[in-house]
């Protein structure tokens, strides 16, 4: 093999482990940074006047020009993406709108993202060489592997920032009821500084006195049994000893082939204590007054059967349990749910629960 074609091997397979290395660099960088990085390498590896990207995601748009002396203002962009519309027309050659040099230009799709794609011009006779496109192809797949990376984590990002925003009690604990995660308001909602401290007790220790005993002996069989437990329990705040009745969600997180692995807590404050609702009625907020008195509305409409059957609900009780407690049968149970539900203008119990607390029927 010639010298000169020998170096050019060399010289073109060091410019593919460049590119392939790009994504390592990528991890902890916004979008447009990311971009900008991959047209600084396409100038430098190609020699090229200018090169164009652009790409769109859920979350962002972005497009730039970039050429050997960096980064194009985004003023110039249009100019540039005007002149390339031309380039479809006259053969793929435009007068360069960086240089003023009469250039030929390449577009490589990056994937199947719509309108996204990255554009290589040179003012080189030969260009593109066989590996100038596969170099161009290859920035493209690095491109696309990227765009996919993050919208296959854009999810799990969204879902943490909503998390961390929301003012809800939300968590996740193992199966022995060890806290493995609180958010920022949980902790607030019972009076701890930060995880740690959290992780110290066990979720019933975040309870009044009095629900303790239901949630380590009773909730707790329930939620690894049926999966899930819905009900109101009273929060307490360690530090000044409030308590407050909060609608709890409890999930079994399940891992396929494992089985159970972790509990997922979630809780609403849905009321006051009565005092404070007596006290909101002669002076208070009257939003939460009148928020108050549509409940006591919608649950007398309720028939003394249907009130039984939602007060047990709201303990957190198996239909099994209310049909044995009232004497009835569990489809008997099921039908006053239905029509309980159907009355109160609601869809699920959580909502029929929150209602009653606010109504007063059940603390």
Do not use: C
Not at 31 to 45: F, G, P
Not at 172 to 180: A, D, K, M, S
Not at 198 to 206: C, M, R, V
């Amino acid at each position: 093999m010639p010298v000169e074609e020998n170096q050019k091997l060399v010289r073109a397979l060091d410019d593919l482990f460049r590119l392939s290395a790009l994504q390592a660099d990528w991890k902890d960088l916004e979008e447009d940074a990311v971009v900008e990085s991959l047209a600084s390498v396409l100038v430098k590896t190609l020699n090229a006047d200018f090169v164009y990207m652009s790409i769109a995601t859920l979350q962002v748009v972005v497009e730039l020009v970039y050429g050997p002396n960096g980064r194009l203002p985004p003023p110039f962009v249009p100019t540039v993406r005007n002149s390339l519309l031309a380039a479809i027309t006259d053969g793929g050659k435009i007068v360069s709108p960086v240089s003023g040099n009469k250039v030929t230009v390449h577009a490589t799709p990056i994937g199947n993202h719509g309108e996204a794609t990255v554009i290589v011009a040179s003012d080189r006779p030969d260009f593109p060489t066989e590996v100038e496109t596969l170099l161009q192809r290859m920035a493209a797949s690095q491109a696309m592997l990227e765009l996919r990376r993050r919208e296959e984590t854009a999810p799990n990002a969204y879902l943490a920032r909503l998390i961390a925003a929301s003012s809800d009690f939300i968590g996740i604990v193992n199966l022995q009821g060890r806290p493995l995660f609180v958010n920022h308001a949980g902790l607030e909602h019972v009076g701890l500084a930060d995880l740690r401290e959290a992780s110290e007790l066990h979720i019933a220790d975040f309870l009044a006195l009095g629900d303790r005993d239901q949630l380590r002996y009773g909730v707790w069989h329930r939620i690894l049994s049926d999966g899930r437990w819905t009900g109101v329990l009273r929060l307490l705040h360690t530090k000044s000893k409030d308590t407050r009745p909060f609608l709890f969600d409890f999930y079994r997180l399940d891992l396929p082939p494992a089985g159970p692995v972790a509990i997922g807590v979630v809780g609403k404050e849905v009321a006051r204590t009565s005092k404070t609702l007596t006290d909101s009625k002669e002076g208070g907020s009257s939003e939460v007054t009148d928020e108050r008195d549509e409940a006591a509305a919608r649950v007398q409409t309720l028939s003394e059967r249907e009130r039984q059957v939602l007060v047990r609900l709201a303990d957190g009780q198996a239909h099994k349990e209310i049909a044995h407690e009232l004497g009835i049968s569990v489809r008997t149970v099921e039908v006053h749910r239905s029509r309980m539900l159907r009355r109160l203008g609601v869809k699920t119990v959580a909502e029929a629960i929150k209602l009653a607390v606010l109504a007063g029927l059940k603390e």
